[in-house]
């Protein structure tokens, strides 16, 4: 009270001290400030609490109507709020009813200045039968836990005014008091233009379907091809028109695909089970339930298409339609094929290039075949060598470039590599067969021969010189041996030099001679331990390496963040130091020349090993000479663990 009667005398123009005054202001302000700063955490943990409150999702789970028809459907909503994160169930089963999930939407309410976020997740029901149907209760996942649906009951009265079902339209008599012809409204069709094909030959086909542009429509699933004895290319985004048909106006969506027949005789194809939402006369005059009344919102159904002026005197109606069945005959293929074929049928053309030209024995030459033209290109295999005798390969790699929307003409690229185990002049031609449906034969393609010059071969056979063991061959001018005596010609009696002095023996050269041989003998067996001491060292040294370079892969495979390329080069590297260190303790095996027989007969390894053994080794060279970048990616997680087991598994 003080401080105000001071401010007003200050403001009136009173005389105060100044001093007095500004001390009472400065003491009010420093309570309000402690007030302030006593009261703000208490208001903000209040406010913290209130929106927690208001942050514990909660979950309910309504029906538009409990009472319908047959063929009449209504709207399950599951209104989750306080989560933005919920989720929903995907499949709800119930015998007897057709439930599908339509959509969601988001609700915004707002009552005291406090805002509700709610998502609505809305499901549509088709009863196909009378009866009391209970909707079990649904489990609703959230950030907070598990939260569960009531059980709900449906009624399910049966359908007394001829609704359709199934898509089939009403028809005048059928005792439906606003009947439709809804063959006026909607179509499917299926266009082939063959009637006759043979077994894997593809045929090129359409599902057209028509919708009436004048009556509000929405499609939601396209038709799927019904049959047996066929296989199909996948649906590519279908293409959608307008088409004047019978003097009424058509939205046209088409779907393109292709059809393989898999066995001879009739093939009978329909498209089926198309549906479409679209709106029809209402029944009785009766106005519908609207399925978001409860939480204020608008009908799913009811999306632009369906906002004329004459909506209210409609009603909407999900139906199901199909094409009529199409009969297309299937012929066998004519026995007595080719081997070289595989199942290709169709129209194709070959042609193939080597790279590089020019090499030597065991190095890698890649052969690129390209098969183009129109046919079922899953069929179509590599393209063999006519005679591979000189030659080893590798499996070939595949690439295929579609030149339509349905993947039937194209062209297919494969790659081999090849490798040369002796001098060659060019690469055998490449074979390739066919079956042609307009010839009704086999056609066999053959590549022309492909130039390539391939240096070195195996190494020269050992001279007889070389093979009996002599120091060096003999020259041109070498003397003939003379021929030994064959027996004794007559009996020495006399010697020419028994007459002279005698010598004695230590005084003679061959004395010292024979003495020198043991003295040499000491010092050529004291040289050859002495290399050999070297020749020890350095084996030891060269398997310390070995084992050095065995541990260094064992972790590089452990950790497995080589691409493939290298994993697999590595694991046959460790492979092969493995056999290297355990066939020879002296070091006589090169790692370099084991190969996957040499491992398996090495560590005797079991049936199903010596299979993953041979897997390794292949699996190694494709990705070196496969000619593709196929090398890149990480090796499976159970790849790596196989061939960790293997690898340890030798000892």
Same mark, same amino acid.
């Given at each position: ?82 989560? !933005?994160? #919920?989720?929903?169930? %995907?499949?709800? @089963?119930?015998? /007897?009813?057709?439930? &599908?999930?339509?959509?969601? =939407? ?48 449906? !009624?399910? #009265?049966?359908?007394? %005014?001829?609704? @359709?079902?199934? /898509?089939?339209?009403? &028809?005048?008599?059928?005792? =439906? ?475």
């Amino acid at each position: 009270m003080n401080t105000i009667g001071c401010f007003l005398s200050i403001r009136t123009g009173e005389k105060l001290r100044d001093g007095r005054g500004a001390m009472i202001n400065l003491r009010m302000g420093q309570r309000v400030s402690r007030i302030v700063r006593l009261t703000l955490p208490v208001i903000l943990f209040a406010f913290t609490l209130v929106l927690a409150r208001a942050d514990e999702p909660t979950v309910t789970a309504v029906l538009t109507s409990s009472e319908t028809e047959v063929d009449r459907p209504v709207q399950l909503q599951i209104k989750v709020t306080g989560d !933005n994160n #919920a989720t929903p169930p %995907n499949d709800i @089963t119930v015998d /007897g009813l057709d439930i &599908r999930y339509t959509g969601q =939407s988001q609700l915004v309410e707002g009552r005291n200045f406090r805002f509700t976020y709610s998502f609505v997740y809305n499901y549509t029901i088709l009863p196909l039968k009378a009866g009391s149907f209970i909707i079990p209760s649904q489990n609703v996942r959230t950030g907070n836990g598990n939260l569960h649906t009531p059980a709900l009951t449906l !009624n399910v #009265a049966p359908n007394d %005014n001829g609704a @359709t079902r199934s /898509g089939r339209a009403n &028809r005048p008599g059928n005792g =439906s008091a606003n009947p439709v012809d809804e063959k006026k409204i909607l179509f499917c069709e299926l266009v082939i233009p063959k009637t006759s094909a043979y077994v894997g030959q593809p045929i090129p086909a359409e599902i057209r379907i028509g919708l009436n542009t004048r009556v509000p429509h929405r499609l939601i699933d396209g038709a799927t091809l019904s049959g047996q004895g066929f296989t199909t290319q996948r649906m590519q985004n279908p293409e959608q028109t307008l088409e004047s048909i019978n003097g009424r106006s058509y939205e046209i969506v088409t779907f393109k695909t292709a059809i393989t027949p898999v066995k001879s005789g009739k093939l009978e194809l329909t498209a089926k089970d198309a549906r479409a939402v679209i709106q029809v006369p209402r029944r009785n005059g009766a106005r519908p339930r609207s399925p978001f009344d409860l939480f204020g919102m608008d009908d799913p159904f009811n999306d632009p298409f369906f906002a004329d002026p004459f909506a209210g005197m409609g009603e909407q109606r999900e139906v199901k339609f199909s094409s009529d069945t199409t009969t297309v005959e299937v012929k066998p293929l004519p026995p007595n094929a080719p081997a070289t074929f595989a199942g290709a049928v169709g129209n194709f053309s070959l042609a193939a290039e080597v790279k590089p030209k020019t090499a030597q024995v065991g190095d890698p030459l890649t052969v690129t075949a390209n098969i183009s033209g129109r046919g079922n290109f899953d069929r179509v295999t590599a393209p063999s060598l006519e005679s591979e005798r000189g030659w080893h390969t590798y499996p070939p790699s595949a690439n295929f470039k579609a030149d339509d929307d349905i993947g039937i003409s194209g062209t297919k690229t494969f790659e081999l590599v090849l490798t040369p185990n002796e001098s060659k002049k060019a690469v055998p031609p490449l074979i390739f067969t066919y079956f042609d449906p307009l010839k009704e034969s086999y056609v066999t393609l053959r590549s022309d021969q492909l130039a390539v010059v391939v240096q070195g071969g195996a190494a020269p056979s050992a001279t007889p010189a070389i093979a009996s063991g002599s120091g060096a061959p003999p020259g041109p001018s070498a003397q003939p041996a003379r021929p030994q005596s064959q027996d004794i010609l007559y009996q020495l009696t006399e010697h020419g030099r028994w007459d002279k002095a005698f010598t004695p023996v230590m005084m003679t050269p061959t004395f010292w001679g024979a003495q020198a041989v043991p003295l040499l003998g000491l010092l050529g067996v004291f040289g050859w331990k002495t290399r050999q001491r070297r020749l020890q060292n350095r084996e030891r040294q060269r398997r310390a390496a070995w084992e050095n370079e065995t541990a260094e892969l064992q972790r590089k495979l452990r950790r497995g963040e080589d691409p493939a390329d290298r994993y697999f080069a590595e694991a046959m590297r460790l492979v092969q130091l493995k056999t290297a260190l355990l066939a020879s303790p002296n070091g006589g095996v090169e790692p370099n020349t084991v190969d996957a027989e040499t491992a398996v007969a090495a560590f005797d390894l079991p049936e199903e090993k010596q299979l993953q053994m041979r897997e390794l080794f292949r699996r190694s060279d494709e990705l070196r000479y496969s000619g593709r970048p196929n090398g890149n990616g990480i090796v499976a997680e159970q790849t790596r663990r196989d061939l960790l087991e293997l690898i340890e598994s030798l000892s």
